[in-house]
């Protein structure tokens, strides 16, 4: 069975503090991608990554980055928290389908982060 | 590029009735498209997802969508809903190396 866990399900932080969100995936995807969802925003991309040590920019990389040092994981970092960024942010990975298009994702189940 | 727009943020219907969530397409090479449900609480699930080999395609828990290529189309259905499948579904779209979603649409299921 396929799985992609997240680091926590609930965070809250301090504006200013430093964030990390962590997801590991089992199954060798190495396609990796991070989103934060929004009420009425549906999800948008925030960084997302095809290999070990490459990373994309999607439509919202501000006031983020993103590493990946092994392919199983893929960290999000929040370099200073502020309240803009209270949201559920989802972690995803697929395989690759041929000339770097991506397959299904399959997503963990979520961090709901509270930035006061 | 590849997007998606979802018509209808809420629906509601009543146990039994059909379901029937709408998503049309936007996309300048024959699309790859998806259905997602996210229970409460939960990460994305996929439903059941178009690759151009049938067009009308069966997903988990009773769900089909049908590709209508004429109408730009990939709504969703279901011929009666159960108080479970309460939940937001997105549709979506695959682009280059990522996925488009659109904004959703909450799903209430009423007794």
């Known amino acids: 069975d396929v799985k992609v866990t997240q680091s926590s399900r609930y965070l809250v932080k301090r504006t200013g503090e430093k964030v990390f969100l962590e997801c590991v995936q089992d199954?060798?995807?190495?396609?990796m991608f991070w989103y934060r969802q929004d009420p009425g925003l549906g999800l948008r991309l925030i960084y997302f990554?095809?290999?070990?040590?490459?990373?994309e920019k999607g439509d919202i990389p501000e006031g983020y980055s993103v590493s990946r040092e092994k392919k199983e994981r893929f960290s999000l970092i929040l370099e200073s928290a502020s309240t803009n960024q209270t949201s559920m942010y989802l972690c995803?990975?697929?395989?690759?389908?041929?000339?770097?298009?991506?397959?299904?994702?399959?997503f963990g189940p979520g961090t709901r982060l509270t930035v006061l | 590029a590849q997007s998606v727009t979802q018509l209808g943020s809420h629906v509601s219907v009543s146990e039994g009735a059909l379901v029937l969530l709408r998503c049309n397409y936007s996309s300048s090479v024959p699309p790859y498209l998806f259905w997602y449900v996210q229970y409460p609480n939960q990460g994305l699930q996929l439903l059941l997802k178009?690759?151009?080999?049938?067009?009308l395609v069966k997903g988990i828990n009773g769900f089909e969508a049908e590709f209508k290529k004429s109408e730009t189309s990939f709504h969703l259905t279901k011929p009666s809903a159960h108080m479970s499948d309460a939940a937001e579904y997105f549709c979506a779209v695959r682009g280059a190396n990522d996925m488009r979603f659109g904004a959703g649409t909450r799903l209430t299921v009423k007794p």
């Open positions: 990554s095809y290999d070990v040590k490459m990373k």
């Open positions: 995803a990975s697929s395989s690759i389908l041929g000339r770097g298009t991506t397959d299904t994702q399959y």
């Open positions: 178009y690759t151009s080999a049938a067009t």
């Open positions: 199954m060798d995807h190495e396609n």
